[in-house]
């Protein structure tokens, strides 16, 4: 997609820059300029840096944020800077549903710093009354404009679901992923142990959960059919370090 060069005139999530960059401009196919790269510290997201930013915008930052986690090209951050800026205000860009899973921290594979993103981690990225609570309160009140349910390959939790694996409290958090185990229409060995599987089903489960988000919140909702927001998913894979955006 074509994005307007003022909409990145900072940095990946269009920040002021505080140092000069080292001059490096990498053209990524956007109309009329670049996107600056190289050396620079980060200021965190001010509100009208987020506010300009459409929903297609900001997951193009998370593409490429996640691109450059991929070539070992982090952001030059710096966490006491970011963290002095937002410390009266934060303007987060969107809110994300992942996974638990201690490998597949977003911030991380796509290169986010303080304050550029909600996070609402829990196993298996499923939904609840409190996890869509806490995303209108990020896009109604907060003004994020992207919900990103991400879900990651070999995810425990739906390895779990598939072997109807019973434990405490568990056991309630993987009923919530079996409707995908059911759904997923897979023509191999419907077991744990079939990674094709395994990940068919994480993707379905991601796919559902987008749907209950909307089901169950005429909040969002409304918000994504006004277009202020949009809401969307995408798959981790371990292996590869890629986020697969599904949007
Ligand atoms: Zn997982």
Redesign the pocket.
């Known amino acids: 997609m074509r994005i307007p060069k003022e909409a990145w005139d900072c940095d990946g999530f269009g920040r002021r820059n505080f140092l000069k960059t080292t001059g490096v401009a990498t053209a990524l196919g956007l109309t009329g300029g670049a996107l600056l790269t190289g050396s620079a510290y980060a200021d965190a997201l001010t509100k009208a840096q987020r506010d300009r930013m459409t929903p297609e915008q900001i997951i193009e930052a998370m593409k490429d944020g996640n691109e450059r986690f991929r070539r070992g090209e982090r952001k030059n951050r710096n966490y006491l800077r970011e963290q002095k800026a937002s410390a009266r205000g934060q303007y987060p860009a969107a809110v994300l549903l992942s ?3 201690s490998r ?1 921290p977003a911030e991380v594979i796509m290169d986010l710093g303080i304050g550029d993103i909600f996070n609402c981690r829990v ?2 990225n499923v939904e609840n009354d409190d996890i869509l609570g806490s995303m209108e309160f990020a896009c109604r009140l907060a003004g994020a404009k992207v919900v990103l349910v991400m879900g ?1 390959t070999a ?4 390895k779990g679901a598939i072997d109807n694996a019973a434990l405490g409290n568990l056991t309630q958090l993987l009923a919530k992923i079996k409707p995908a185990v059911q759904a997923t229409t897979y023509s191999g060995e419907r077991s744990a142990k079939n990674y094709g599987f395994v990940d068919a089903v994480a993707r379905k489960n991601v796919e559902m959960t987008i749907d209950d988000i909307r089901r169950d919140s005429p909040v969002l909702a409304e918000l994504e059919a006004s277009g202020a927001i949009k809401i969307t998913g995408a798959m981790y894979n371990l292996e590869t370090g890629a986020v697969e955006f599904f949007a």
């Not at 995810?155 to 739906?158: H, L, S």
């Open positions: 996974c638990i899973d597949a196993a298996g990651h995810c425990g939790a739906v």
